[in-house]
């Protein structure tokens, strides 16, 4: 998606967040087969097919300058979106240069990057940005590194640190995250931030992830999907913030289920980095309302499957329970019991 027209809309109070029928055909919709469970589900984050979301090493759309804006208000409200313990400025500097480096390279016609030395210059010409910088010097920048450029990426981004075994969360920047808190989790280590997620410790899923993680090389960076449902289609669904999204689950109904009861995809990145050897993980959200989801057959008819036969302990930690009978009430006209081919394409 290089000729980009950037949407103005909001994921907050009037939610005029829409997408486009060009941009429902790319999602990256996360259901192979009629069932889900957890698992590994690792593969090498190699660039994809032209127009989709693996097309790039970041992926930049249609919501890119409303999406930015989001971030801003949340930040705004919320300072503690963003935290780094002092140990992890060199991971910051190679955030920077990864994400620059990438959207000049990727998208450019939007982005520039220049450099002099270690004087480096960063155009974004969607935000109407240009800074010049001394790379390696955080007082040239209007912020941190991590902060700066975390405000420019769709995404919510973590840098893990390598040691003692295993990885530690010690900065990030998220302003998007599905019910977790940077604020809580900063500075924890890997199975103490993902202890509350059912299932996966007695499966082995986060010991074998863990383990292909520390062996995690430069230059080979992978990615999994990751998915949850929100209601209506906000990003800032975080903990700090529970009162202002959590009772809106109370109002789905069989009548308006297709249209406030959103698929929540993350495209989750890890890339090992050259001068911390921290390694960044990269959650990029994408929404998409069932009434969007609905104009392919037959991803809805698959997810009328998936979320029936759902695990309790799923359906209990993924926030659905609470409104699963409205939910099934409104996708199950939609499936026809047609057997469906494997695959996540859609027709």
Not at 121 to 145: H, K, V
Not at 158 to 180: H, K, M, P, Y
Not at 250 to 270: C, D, F, I, M, S
């Amino acid at each position: 998606m290089n000729n980009l027209a950037y949407k103005l809309e909001t994921f907050r109070d009037d939610y005029t967040f829409r997408n486009s029928p060009d941009a429902i055909r790319r999602f990256p919709f996360p259901f192979d087969q009629d069932h889900y469970m957890y698992s590994v589900n690792i593969e090498p984050h190699k660039p994809g097919a032209p127009g989709s979301v693996f097309e790039h090493t970041f992926d930049i759309d249609e919501h890119y300058v409303a999406e930015c804006a989001d971030k801003a208000l949340t930040l705004a409200q919320d300072k503690g979106r963003y935290a780094a313990l002092p140990h992890m400025m060199d991971a910051q500097w190679d955030f920077l240069e990864l994400t620059m480096e990438s959207l000049a390279r990727d998208y450019p016609d939007q982005f520039k990057l220049s450099k002099e030395g270690e004087r480096w210059t960063w155009t974004n010409l969607p935000l109407g940005i240009e800074d010049s910088f001394i790379f390696g010097d955080a007082s040239t920048l209007p912020m941190e590194p991590l902060e700066y450029m975390g405000r420019q990426v769709q995404g919510d981004f973590v840098l893990l640190d390598q040691r003692e075994g295993t990885l530690f969360a010690d900065a990030g920047f998220i302003t998007s995250q599905a019910d977790w808190s940077l604020a809580f989790d900063i500075g924890m280590a890997w199975h103490e931030w993902h202890g509350p997620v059912p299932q996966v410790e007695k499966m082995g899923v986060m010991e074998r992830a863990l383990k292909f993680l520390l062996s995690l090389q430069q230059g080979s960076p992978v990615r999994r999907l990751n998915w949850t449902m929100t209601i209506n289609p906000r990003l800032d669904t975080s903990p700090e913030h529970y009162p202002q999204w959590g009772p809106d689950k109370l109002k789905v109904t069989a009548e308006n289920a297709g249209r406030k009861a959103h698929l929540r995809v993350e495209l989750q990145g890890l890339f090992r980095l050259p001068r911390s050897n921290a390694i960044l993980f990269s959650i990029r959200c994408y929404l998409m309302s069932l009434e969007e989801m609905a104009t392919y057959p037959r991803w809805i008819k698959r997810f009328h499957r998936v979320i029936r036969d759902l695990h309790p302990d799923l359906l209990e930690y993924k926030g659905i329970k609470v409104y699963h009978a409205p939910l099934m009430a409104w996708l199950a006209p939609h499936d026809d019991g047609e057997e469906l081919p494997l695959g996540t394409q859609p027709e």
